[in-house]
């Protein structure tokens, strides 16, 4: 491998490591990017270090410390380009949901000491405290779109990432619509494309692991749901999960919230 290669770094934020593990995943596609770029700081992976600053840095978590404010300023200040990778780091993740509740009440239901714990009020996601170059989504993150954004920024292009729905991958694969046919809660029209419909192909509604879509029109598919016969608890849940700190999902939870339906 050539020095002149760019350099990668990965750090870890709040989260469950589950991104960037599907880059190790990637096993043999791991070799291609291993001869295309020089892995300067992956602690996941190995306890190699090589100095910034990095061509290329894969942020994975959300900000949810002060430590965790500070050191994402950091990062930026040595990164030509900053890649967001997974639901936590691009919308604040599943402890978002701290951010509609007091969160010492959360602290204090589960720690022995919650004097001894110090956290900020919400979890954001990583464009809330610097700019970000680009924004992979998921929970967690495609193996093959993670490769194609790497591989688009070593070559200097813009990365070839769908921004349609995920209905439109069920329609390619060829599956029965499970809201239409047999009814079941699905947030497909609204998520955006990137499973491979995954959870249809298994016969279940999505959960948006990827996030709202570019023109998500999460009112509408809400009327359709209460249409259906859910309430607004079942409907703010079901907006409620991997990626409630979205604008559009969070938003919609919220109209959901005391609803009367």
Not at 51 to 68: A, C, F, K, R
Not at 138 to 150: H, K, N
Not at 232 to 239: A, E, N, V
């Amino acid at each position: 491998m050539s020095t002149s290669a760019p350099s990668l770094a990965v750090w870890k934020f709040a989260s469950c490591d589950g991104c960037q593990l599907s880059l190790l995943n990637c096993e043999k596609e791991l070799l291609a990017v291993a001869d295309a770029v020089q892995i300067a700081y992956f602690p996941e992976a190995t306890r190699g270090y090589i100095e910034g600053p990095y061509d290329i840095s894969l942020v994975e978590g959300s900000i949810t410390t002060g430590e965790d404010a500070r050191r994402i300023q950091e990062v930026r200040a040595v990164s030509k380009r900053v890649i967001t990778i997974g639901a936590c780091a691009t919308s604040g993740g599943i402890q978002a949901l701290r951010n509609s509740a007091d969160v010492r009440d959360f602290t204090e239901a589960v720690y022995a000491h919650p004097e001894y714990i110090s956290t900020l009020e919400r979890s954001t996601p990583i464009s809330a405290h610097i700019t970000v170059d680009f924004q992979l989504r998921g929970c967690p993150i495609d193996r093959a779109q993670l490769l194609e954004v790497v591989a688009a920024f070593v070559q200097g292009r813009q990365p070839r990432i769908p921004t349609y729905s995920v209905c439109v991958e069920c329609k390619r694969r060829g599956l029965t619509c499970v809201a239409v046919a047999k009814g079941m809660a699905c947030l497909g029209p609204v998520t955006q494309a990137g499973c491979g419909a995954l959870c249809p192909s298994f016969d279940r509604g999505c959960y948006g692991c990827f996030g709202p879509q570019d023109s998500a029109n999460t009112s509408s598919l809400a009327d359709r749901l209460a249409s259906a016969g859910m309430t607004s608890r079942d409907i703010q849940r079901l907006f409620s999960t991997y990626n409630v700190g979205s604008q559009a999902f969070g938003a919609q939870a919220q109209r959901e919230q005391g609803g009367a339906r």
